[in-house]
């Protein structure tokens, strides 16, 4: 008998969407089959799928943001252009700054997270990861081969960077195709996220794709009993939701102003609504955890929060302070976009509620499913 999952990956579907009125469809699977929202970790999307793909906690694998500090591994680029940046009269002129790195970047790196505003005068001691997209991170690779010695399953990533759109009609095209009894595919739909932080979870724009691609799934769904019967399993996964933009925090700015020189006295990763920062000495360590605490935007993650929310690493390399922004705040400008703030946001702390991942199925699970890390196991136990 053939057995078929479809694992439905949607970037960033707040659950306050799933209504009458938006989607229609889903609701329906809610009320009649299966729902649940699950415990996440903070971060984002990386870290998230990290979490999913391997079963583990970050602090377990040490994969939580695809950037880190480690000056031995910080490529070869980085440190040249670290080199070039140190002559060049207009390296803090921000948007100079980000067409330089993102040019030379794009030309010599193809893989890895694209942060195009990281300063010069920082790069050679940054390090990436050389994998961003799901199905680059090394635990889908073990995962797919497990999947084949355990239950003899095939595992079928659709989604960026090789698709980037249609990915239902690339799901039936797979599925015309396919010789295979025993199949997961894993379609990623990152579309949704984009739409958020470019124009805002309650924008026209957000909810007029929420209510297209109700549409499109339920179109799927029946489309699916046809070819499988009732003999597949119909999950659908959101990593995150996302939160309107209210007030925003130059970081590097309120820091210098009380006389702490970036580069010198401290250096830090900014990205949206995290920041990571290492610095010269405890005095300094004091002096910018005060000032972090004055700003009353965001939380500083200490030894029991880490403990919490398993990033308690065991190196500096994810940064000796972490400071989370409350709901709705932004970090402008940060390391990924000197230009404009994004409107939609994500990467809060997990008992956020935009932070919670949902699942929902045509099939009960197990009552054990409470946290995205039980995903990998989800999927080993329904494609037995």
């Given at each position: 008998m053939n057995k078929l999952v479809i694992f439905l990956y949607i970037d960033a579907l707040n659950s306050s969407f799933i209504t009458h009125k938006n989607t229609p469809f889903l609701l329906n699977l809610t009320n009649k089959y299966f729902y649940k929202k699950l415990e996440n970790v903070p971060g984002y999307s990386f870290a998230i799928q990290s979490c999913l793909l391997s079963g583990k906690y970050p602090e377990e694998t040490n994969l939580w943001m695809p950037y880190y500090y480690d000056p031995k591994r910080s490529p070869l680029l980085f440190k040249m252009l670290k080199k070039a940046g140190d002559s060049l009269p207009l390296k803090k002129i921000l948007p100079i700054n980000y067409l330089l790195l993102h040019a030379t970047r794009k030309f010599f790196l193809k893989k890895g997270v694209h942060a195009n505003n990281i300063p010069f005068g920082i790069l050679d001691r940054i390090a990436i990861y050389p994998y961003y997209y799901m199905s680059e991170i090394p635990f889908f690779g073990k995962l797919k081969r497990l999947?084949?010695?355990?239950?003899?399953?095939?595992?079928?990533?659709?989604?960026?960077?090789?698709?980037?759109?249609?990915?239902?009609?690339?799901?039936?095209?797979?599925?015309?195709?396919?010789?295979?009894?025993?199949?997961?595919?894993?379609?990623?739909?990152?579309?949704?996220?984009?739409?958020?932080?470019?124009?805002?979870?309650?924008?026209?724009?957000?909810?007029?794709?929420?209510?297209?691609?109700?549409?499109?799934l339920m179109v799927l769904y029946k489309k699916l009993r046809i070819i499988s019967g009732d003999q597949f399993t119909f999950i659908v996964f959101t990593d995150h939701g996302q939160c309107e933009r209210k007030h925003t925090l130059d970081i590097i700015s309120e820091l210098d102003k009380k006389a702490l020189e970036f580069g010198h006295d401290y250096i830090s990763f900014v990205d949206a609504t995290i920041a990571l920062f290492w610095v010269k000495n405890e005095h300094i360590k004091e002096k910018l955890l005060d000032i972090l605490r004055e700003t009353q935007m965001g939380v500083i993650l200490n030894e029991q929060l880490k403990k919490k929310y398993h990033i308690l690493f065991n190196d500096r390399r994810y940064g000796e302070i972490i400071f989370v922004l409350k709901p709705g705040n932004i970090f402008y400008p940060n390391f990924f976009s000197p230009f404009s703030a994004m409107k939609g946001l994500h990467g809060y702390l997990p008992e956020t509620d935009v932070q919670k991942a949902l699942i929902l199925s045509n099939k009960g699970f197990s009552p054990h499913v409470t946290h995205i890390k039980d995903i990998k196991d989800l999927l080993l136990d329904v494609s037995s």
């Open positions: 999947m084949i010695e355990k239950n003899e399953t095939i595992l079928t990533y659709l989604g960026p960077p090789k698709i980037r759109s249609n990915f239902y009609h690339s799901l039936l095209e797979h599925l015309n195709t396919s010789k295979y009894e025993k199949q997961v595919v894993m379609v990623y739909d990152d579309a949704l996220d984009g739409l958020g932080h470019r124009f805002g979870p309650n924008s026209d724009q957000y909810i007029s794709y929420v209510r297209s691609l109700d549409r499109v």
